[in-house]
């Protein structure tokens, strides 16, 4: 299997531009996860889902992000507009989970958003 | 809420030797899993062990293993015969055996290994 794949692996945009990062989860894996990471406040959980239904957007920091699954092989998160303070390094990760049951997370390689 | 506390920001090792990353944690659950995840440059998020609370056995994994004290809330990471490519940041994580692999992460261990 080749893993968590994300798109782009570096996104260089404008303050105010709309950004999209991409996710493809492993095969067969039902729960996928949005993580932020900076020097900051480290790793944080932005929102993940279970079946393709978001099920904690708790971590989403405001109306200007927002996740679709829209099948379970494909994810987007997107910032409109984007603001330097978004610059970081997102990662998409996929599990099989169930309640009771919990594979280990399986990361992608991250997404470095700077936004200028 | 949850809370995962790795209180030594930076960790040094000489290469062949032993060291133990330490990592507490704060839960009311009864039944949940605990990892520990490698980060080197390249950014990656390596899982490298994990360990479920309903056992008391501590997980290995070829040169790490872990001292899993429950009632104390302590998991630590011993890493045995160090090698360069160990140098990377560790971070703990809890995950309850409710909410699918929803992991917390503590903010992380930078460990050099030196010749």
């Known amino acids: 299997d080749a893993g968590v794949i994300q798109s782009p692996r570096h996104e260089v945009t404008e303050m105010g531009q709309e950004v999209t990062l991409r996710c493809k989860p492993i095969?067969?894996?039902?729960?996928l996860f949005w993580y932020r990471q900076t020097m900051m406040r480290g790793l944080e959980l932005l929102i993940y889902?279970?079946?393709?239904?978001?099920?904690?957007d708790s971590g989403m920091p405001e109306d200007r992000f927002s996740a679709k699954m829209p099948n379970a092989s494909f994810s987007t998160l997107k910032i409109q507009p984007s603001e330097p303070r978004d610059s970081a390094v997102y990662f998409c990760a996929s599990s099989l989970g169930n309640r009771g049951y919990n594979s280990p997370l399986h990361f992608g390689n991250g997404t470095r958003l700077t936004v200028t | 809420a949850q809370t995962v506390t790795q209180s030594q920001p930076e960790m040094s090792v000489q290469e062949a030797e032993t060291v133990t990353l330490s990592c507490t944690y704060d839960?009311?659950?009864?039944?949940?899993?605990l990892f520990w995840y490698k980060q080197p440059p390249s950014r990656q998020m390596i899982l490298v062990i994990r360990?479920?609370?309903?056992?008391?056995q501590n997980a290995t994994e070829n040169r790490f293993s872990v001292n899993f004290q429950k009632a104390a809330k302590s998991f630590s990471l011993k890493i045995s015969d160090s090698q360069l490519g160990d140098a990377a940041m560790y971070f703990c994580?809890?995950?309850?055996?409710?909410?699918?692999?929803?992991?917390?992460f503590g903010t992380g261990t930078r460990l050099q290994v030196t010749l």
């Open positions: 360990q479920e609370a309903y056992k008391q």
């Open positions: 994580a809890y995950s309850w055996t409710g909410t699918a692999s929803k992991l917390t």
């Open positions: 839960t009311s659950e009864s039944d949940y899993y």
């Open positions: 889902f279970n079946n393709n239904v978001p099920i904690d």
């Open positions: 095969s067969g894996h039902n729960s």
